[in-house]
């Protein structure tokens, strides 16, 4: 593996027989990293987010969440 760097980007060389699945993974990384370089928060503001988030995640999903563990144990209604 090579890694140079330009004025304008980073260069990364791999040998062919990398796997391109996981290759992927590490681009859309990059790629997120790339995007957020370019802003600056704090964790609890985060964490903020991502309790709303799951908080609507979970009222969007519960009936089909209880249906689905209610099924599991034979006791559906």
Same mark, same amino acid.
Request: proline letters at 1%; charged letters at 35%; aromatic letters at 10%.
């Given at each position: 593996?090579?890694?140079? %760097?330009? @004025?304008?980007?980073?260069?990364?060389?791999?040998?062919?027989?990398?796997?391109?699945? #996981?290759?992927?993974?590490?681009? =859309?990384?990059? %790629?997120? @990293?790339?995007?957020?370089?370019?802003?600056?928060?704090?964790?609890?503001?985060?964490? #903020?987010?991502?309790?709303?988030? =799951?908080?609507?995640?979970? @009222?969007?999903?519960?009936?089909?969440?209880?249906?689905?563990?209610?099924?599991?144990?034979?006791?559906?209604?």
């Amino acid at each position: 593996m090579i890694i140079e %760097r330009t @004025k304008n980007e980073v260069i990364i060389r791999l040998l062919p027989t990398v796997d391109t699945e #996981e290759l992927q993974e590490l681009a =859309n990384f990059f %790629r997120y @990293k790339e995007i957020t370089s370019k802003y600056s928060t704090n964790q609890d503001a985060v964490d #903020e987010i991502a309790s709303e988030i =799951n908080k609507n995640w979970y @009222k969007a999903n519960r009936d089909r969440l209880l249906k689905e563990s209610c099924c599991r144990y034979k006791y559906c209604i």
